[in-house]
């Protein structure tokens, strides 16, 4: 009986496991974290592949999509004129709750544009695009291209309004946040 007292002490004594499972546990925690951090290594080096696609010029030389821009932009930044809106808040359509969408917009006008009737037809614009805007869901807004897709539905908005003496070249978003 002493004896069989005895061995249930020393087994309670010993610990269970072996200590076995400490090692497993971290080998599957730096598993999990080496995994992780590959995916986050290819996810942010196919962003940057595809934010830096070159474009070639008439010469061969390779430009980057940000040196090709500044040159577009220098050649026509001596005859271009802007314009921008007042801030646009709308409540924006979503299906479980009340959101808010505030945007701020600047326009490119054409060297030929009559920036005085632009400005006459300010009120008539702004309404085209508060009901534009209030027609949108988050789902349409919120990828890049919904914003892309916006943006050529302004313009083409605001040049049915004020065609033939202005023309909206671009629209620029100076502000687009969505609470």
């Known amino acids: 009986m002493a004896e069989l007292a005895e061995e249930e002490k020393i087994e309670q004594e010993e610990p269970k496991g072996n200590g076995k499972k400490s090692p497993l546990k971290l080998i599957i925690i730096i598993v999990a ?4 951090g590959g995916l986050l290594a290819f996810g942010g080096f196919y962003l940057f592949k595809t934010m830096n696609k070159t474009e070639t010029t008439s010469a061969g030389q390779e430009l ?7 040159v577009s932009e220098n050649l026509s930044e001596e005859n271009t004129q802007y314009q921008n809106l ?9 299906t479980s709750e009340i959101r808010y969408l505030k945007i701020t917009i600047s326009l490119e006008l054409s060297e030929k544009s ?3 009737h632009l400005k006459k037809m300010i009120p008539r614009i702004r309404d085209d695009i508060l009901i534009l805007l209030s027609s949108k869901t988050i789902e349409e807004l919120s990828p890049a291209k919904g914003k892309v897709l916006l943006k050529n539905q302004i313009k083409t908005r605001i040049n049915l309004i004020l065609k033939p003496l202005v023309n909206v070249v671009n ?7 969505i609470q």
């Open 33 to 36: 974290v080496i995994i992780v």
């Open 64 to 70: 980057s999509s940000d040196e090709s821009d500044e």
């Open 86 to 94: 007042e801030t646009f808040y709308v409540n924006i359509g979503s």
């Open 114 to 116: 009559n920036v005085e």
């Open 171 to 177: 629209v620029y978003f100076t502000e687009f946040i």
